[in-house]
């Protein structure tokens, strides 16, 4: 197995389901990014930097379970590289952030099934994300992946490779 790590900040829309009592769903996309974060006497100060190239996905439904508290399933997609599906790992939170019209958030989802780089992955994907008056939707995902070794087509098996650089 092989370790991935990487983080993506999405942005999108969450909206009720027509018909269905507390159901969100949610649709946001990312760009490859470079997420920088440096500590100086000033303080802290952060920035995402998008990059040229094929964009994440994310989907998902949103099941309000009680007062600010969710269950949440659905798929992301990382380009040409591949997806995974997941679940909520015990129950997400919602509540008032403080700023008039904005809600903030966290959840953590357990990988359910990957496909292409990611087949047979495991592992979780934390979620901290902010909701604002019109559904607006600022999700920063961390990921950490456990990624099985990958099949080649002489039958000879390679470890995965990873999609970051060091």
């Known amino acids: 197995m092989k370790e991935l790590v990487f983080a993506l900040q999405f942005k999108g829309k969450a909206r009720p389901v027509e018909g269905v009592e507390g159901k969100l769903a949610a649709k946001t996309t990312a760009a490859g990014q470079v997420l920088r974060t440096a500590l100086t006497a000033k303080g802290v100060q952060a920035k995402a930097e998008s990059r040229p190239g094929p964009r994440a996905t994310f989907e998902s439904e949103v099941q309000m379970t009680g007062a600010g ?98």
């Open 69 to 166: 508290t969710f269950m949440e399933s659905g798929r992301i997609s990382y380009g040409k590289a591949g997806g995974v599906t997941f679940k909520t790992a015990g129950h997400g939170v919602l509540g008032a952030s403080g700023v008039d019209g904005l809600q903030r958030g966290a959840v953590i989802w357990e990988v359910t099934e990957g496909r292409g780089q990611f087949a047979g992955a495991t592992g979780l994907i934390t979620s901290n994300f902010t909701v604002g008056a019109k559904g607006e939707v600022v999700d920063n995902h961390y990921v950490r992946l456990f990624l099985r070794s990958v099949m080649h087509e002489s039958g000879v098996r390679a470890p995965a490779r990873s999609a970051t650089r060091r």
